[in-house]
């Protein structure tokens, strides 16, 4: 495992850590509601999970909740490695509320094109979407940066959507929560870069002046 340069008491309190402990404590929550470690409540799904009737019902939040609920420890176990791994990497290349953008912006669109390509009876719940997103905001600012570091990270990511793969894995929220992850980590790279591009322009002209 890669830690930052600059790891140190800092990180461990960075959007990563902040993300994993609130993953983690809803899965507990939800897991003493429905009294079961191993497996998360049907029940309690419905209410937190996106079940796409009960959200076009009016059950908006589920937009937003679902990406912090899991079906069972297994799944919190897989997709929290990976944020963990990953969540740090990122790190070195975007800010702490950059981070927060690319995990919500990620599992939002992930979410939505759920709504339209599943049944209304279906019910999807869990990070995985927001992590694959980050991982490709990873691949995009290492592109962005013209550093060939990016093939690496898509080569994890491939590692992750095979050990994810499954009959009940939703797989449109893991690809559309990587194009939301990309395009939204190319953004960003691109407004960094254009700023010091602008900066260093800025400075070039005054140094004329002098």
């Known amino acids: 495992m890669t830690y930052p340069e600059n790891y140190d008491e800092e990180t461990v309190k960075g959007p990563t ?10 899965y507990f929550l939800l897991a003493i509601v429905s009294r079961n470690l191993l497996v998360i409540d049907g029940s309690a799904l419905e209410v937190l999970g996106l079940y796409n009737k009960a ?26 490695v990976f944020l963990f791994i990953f ?6 290349s975007y800010t702490d509320k950059e981070i927060y953008l ?3 912006t ?19 719940a869990g990070a995985s979407g927001s992590v694959y997103g980050i991982l490709a905001s990873v691949v995009a600012h290492e592109r962005a940066v013209r550093s060939p570091k990016w093939k690496n990270v898509l080569y994890a990511m ?12 939703n797989i449109i929220s893991h690809v559309f929560g990587a194009v939301g992850g990309y395009y939204t980590g190319k953004w960003l790279s691109q407004k960094k870069r254009d700023k010091r591009s602008s ?7 005054e140094q004329e002046y002098r």
């Open 158 to 169: 491939i590692i992750f959507l095979v050990l994810a793969s499954g009959a009940r894995v």
């Open 55 to 80: 959200f076009f019902q009016g059950s908006l939040w589920q937009m937003i909740t679902s990406l912090f609920v899991h079906l069972n420890l297994s799944h919190l176990g897989m997709n929290m």
């Open 17 to 26: 850590m902040n993300l994993v402990m609130v993953n983690v404590g809803v």
């Open 106 to 124: 990620s599992g939002i669109l992930g979410n939505i094109l759920t709504l339209f390509f599943f049944p209304l009876n279906s019910i999807s």
């Open 102 to 104: 690319i995990y919500l």
């Open 87 to 92: 969540g740090f990497r990122a790190e070195e």
């Open 199 to 205: 900066f260093q322009a800025q400075d070039y002209q």
